[in-house]
């Protein structure tokens, strides 16, 4: 079964759409969709903003059975190879707000108990859009001393919730997809006036994109 997280109710809507629905529940105090999609057994959480609603979802979904956790969305872009309504498959992400360095020595992003500050997600097989690496945080802004951290670290983009994901989905054994469609261009304006204007746009290309998106798992 693949368990979907997703932060925004607006998000959701571009699966919820096409889903057969047979229970509606709530688990953590988040609203939970079970159903099918496109063929497949669909389990969907919406979490609410943030590391920890997103790590809430995750364990939600889990324990409802999912084998394998969606993280789907729209996501800022951090420079010139991401373009906005377009969708990126996340192969590895990094929490950039967790800072451990003065204890460990490691890498800002390195967890408890890991080498790497990264963490790996599955990208299918038969999902051709093209790869980034993606930066999670609890912050929306326009930071400059932020937007230096992301690309020191490597990131393409950025947003608040796949980090967490991921890591639940780590330590729960269990594949994580991600693929976010963009909203908003760090250094082309206001990202806050840019997610208002664009979102609908990224919303719709990831709905057109979504049978695609639950086939290729």
């Given amino acids: ?27 953590y105090g988040k609203a939970v969709y079970e159903g099918k999609a ?25 324990s409802k059975g999912a084998d394998t956790v969606l993280n789907f969305g729209v996501a800022g872009g951090l420079h010139n190879n ?61 930071s400059p001393t932020d937007h230096a951290l992301l690309l020191e670290l490597g990131c393409d983009i950025r947003e608040m919730e796949c980090g967490a994901i991921a890591q639940v989905c780590k330590y729960a054994g269990v594949p994580c997809i991600s693929v976010k469609g963009i909203s908003d261009v760090y250094g082309t304006g206001s990202t806050t006036e840019q997610f208002k204007k ?13 049978r695609e998106i639950i086939e290729a798992i």
């Fill in 198 to 210: 664009n979102l609908k746009y990224a919303l719709v290309n990831l709905k057109a994109h979504m």
């Fill in 38 to 62: 496109f063929g497949k057994d669909v389990v969907l959480v919406i979490c609410g903003e943030g590391k920890v609603n997103a790590a809430a979802g995750a364990c939600a979904v889990i």
């Fill in 82 to 142: 991401t373009e906005v309504t377009e969708l990126y498959t996340i192969d590895k992400v990094v929490q950039y707000d967790f800072d451990l360095v003065q204890l460990s020595g490691k890498t800002v992003g390195t967890l408890p108990n890991e080498e790497e500050n990264f963490l790996p997600l599955t990208v299918p097989a038969k999902l051709d859009f093209p790869r980034r690496a993606l930066g999670t945080g609890d912050r929306f802004n326009d």
């Fill in 1 to 27: 079964m693949i368990g979907c997280v997703i932060a925004m109710e607006s998000e959701a809507e571009t699966l919820l759409e096409s889903m057969e629905i047979e229970n509606i529940s709530s688990l």
